[in-house]
């Protein structure tokens, strides 16, 4: 088995303590590589070197739009200088969030536009955060194609799906399809192509049912990857195949 969590956050606090025992454990479920995720400038400073220190691990640099409110002047450079470093595989996560909007859209919007050309210019592909801001994602990611982009822990309508997927976008679900109450999110899961499929955590975030309210680790792909081969009724080994096959062309990995 050869699986990737494409989008986790082991450079947070809830994992100083035990980080080399929770890449273990991710390898012993057979979770291979493991693709940090930056969302702030020194989250994706420390994301950078935790890639220099764990063989199996790649970094993403990026911020967060919860952090638009509070961003320094240069901040994109600071990014753009990150991004030029070895195992540095996207921008990300960048996006919008006018469900939460811990910060301004009036502040997220340039924050987006300006991490969206760093990308450009680097010729790099990024991780995208959307929540309940679809149409303005669209328009700017259509008006900046070609990109390489996946939506990350999707969440949205069919219509959104099928827009993002005729724009050749990869599609990243996370534990929370396990949940109860999520009937929808399973239903656009059973739609989507396994070549647009990308598996993740979100650790610590977003543990699968039966784990709710703990901390989540990469370890779980596994898990999610078994829901998934169930839902879609195929085998796991495809699954894993796939999901694998799709990160490795899309974030470049060896
Ligand atoms: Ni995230």
């Not at 911020?63 to 509070?70: G, L, S």
């Not at 194609?145 to 996946?150: L, R, S």
């Amino acid at each position: 088995m050869f699986l990737v969590d494409t989008h986790c956050h082991l450079d947070f606090p809830e994992f100083d303590h035990d980080r080399d025992e929770v890449i273990r454990r991710a390898h012993l479920e057979g979770v291979e590589r493991i693709i940090n995720i930056g969302s702030s400038l020194e989250g994706s400073r420390r994301s950078v070197e935790l890639a220099q220190k764990y063989d199996s691990l790649y970094a993403t640099v990026g911020i967060h739009p919860h952090e638009a409110d509070h961003i320094v002047q240069g901040s994109a450079d600071s990014i753009k200088k990150l991004a030029r470093q070895n195992k540095v595989v996207a921008i990300g996560e960048i996006g919008l969030d006018y469900f939460k909007q811990f910060s301004s859209p009036k502040n997220q919007l340039p924050l987006f536009l300006s991490l969206l050309k760093v990308a450009k210019e680097l010729d790099l592909p990024i991780v995208i955060h959307s929540r309940d801001a679809k149409e303005d994602i669209l328009r700017i990611l259509k008006e900046a194609m070609p990109i390489k982009a996946v939506v990350h822990c999707f969440s949205g309508d069919s219509k959104f799906l099928e827009e993002c997927l005729d724009l050749g976008f990869l599609i990243s679900f996370t534990c929370n399809v396990t949940y109860k109450k999520a009937d929808n999110l399973r239903e656009l899961l059973k739609i989507i192509p396994l070549r647009s499929l990308l598996l993740e955590t979100d650790a610590p975030y977003l543990s699968p049912e039966g784990f709710r309210g703990k901390r989540n680790e990469p370890a779980q792909v596994r898990l999610l990857a078994e829901f998934v081969a169930n839902l879609k009724k195929v085998e796991l080994e495809e699954i894993a195949n796939s999901t694998t096959e799709n990160a490795k062309k899309f974030f470049n990995l060896i």
